[in-house]
């Protein structure tokens, strides 16, 4: 099987700009969760799905958004960058409440 | 509140056994999770704890103490590609959810 593929790699936006990220998840698994990596607060969860439905979210602004698509490909959106939002953004698939397998991830560079 | 705590670095030598300690305070659990991480690099599965004991897969194995709130990664036969960041993730129980809450990770440096 195909493993978790998130689009794109590496990406470089401007302040006040907004960005979405694409993540495709391990066929047959419903279950995608976003994570935000950064160096000084580790990884931290933004939002899960599962079957089109947000199931959880973590502790982000509102300016940070997803949504999944039924056939379980996930984009999340952040709107208004700002220099923090640089990151390596992650994200997770599951077929449902078992082990969650990464993607690549993307690079997020905000000048 | 929600805490977990590692080691924020260790070094060993290429051969030996090294044991990763990681505990958490956290509103609910269920379940515990050890990833492997390498520097640019997704994080990998290693293992998965819900029961209190020792899970074994390899060289590496894995322990769980839920009254303490305490678990172990331990390494053994340690080869130069075992260096990498280790991330102990805790899932949250309260329904259906998939969220984990990870430790900062620990950084392994294994020497020759």
């Known amino acids: 099987k195909a493993g978790v593929t998130q689009t794109p790699r590496y990406l470089i936006k401007t302040r006040g700009q907004q960005v979405t990220l694409s993540c495709s998840p391990i066929?047959?698994?419903?279950?995608v969760s976003w994570y935000q990596q950064t160096p000084g607060q580790g990884l931290q969860f933004l939002f899960e799905?599962?079957?089109?439905?947000?199931?959880n979210k973590g502790n982000f602004p509102g300016r940070f958004s997803g949504r999944q698509f039924s056939n379980s490909r996930s984009e999340m959106n952040v709107s208004t960058l700002e220099l923090g939002d640089s990151a390596l953004y992650l994200c997770?698939?599951?077929?449902?409440?078992?082990?969650?397998?990464f993607g690549p991830g993307t690079r997020l560079t905000v000048l | 509140g929600q805490n977990i705590d590692q080691p924020t670095e260790m070094t060993a030598t290429e051969g030996a056994i090294v044991q990763i300690n990681c505990t958490y305070q956290?509103?609910?659990?269920?379940?515990l999770f050890w990833y492997q991480q390498h520097a640019g690099e997704a994080p990998t599965f290693l293992s998965y704890?819900?029961?209190?004991g020792l899970e074994e897969k390899g060289r590496f194995s894995s322990f769980l103490s839920r009254s303490k709130g305490y678990s172990y990664l331990l390494l053994k036969e340690l080869q130069m590609k075992d260096s990498a960041s280790y991330l102990c993730?805790?899932?949250?129980?309260?329904?259906?959810?998939?969220?984990?809450?990870f430790g900062t990770g620990t950084l392994l440096a294994v020497q020759p």
């Open positions: 997770a698939s599951s077929s449902g409440g078992d082990t969650q397998y």
């Open positions: 956290t509103s609910g659990f269920n379940g």
């Open positions: 799905y599962f079957s089109e439905t947000q199931r």
């Open positions: 704890n819900v029961l209190d």
């Open positions: 066929s047959g698994h419903r279950s």
């Open positions: 993730a805790v899932r949250e129980y309260g329904g259906a959810t998939n969220k984990l809450i």
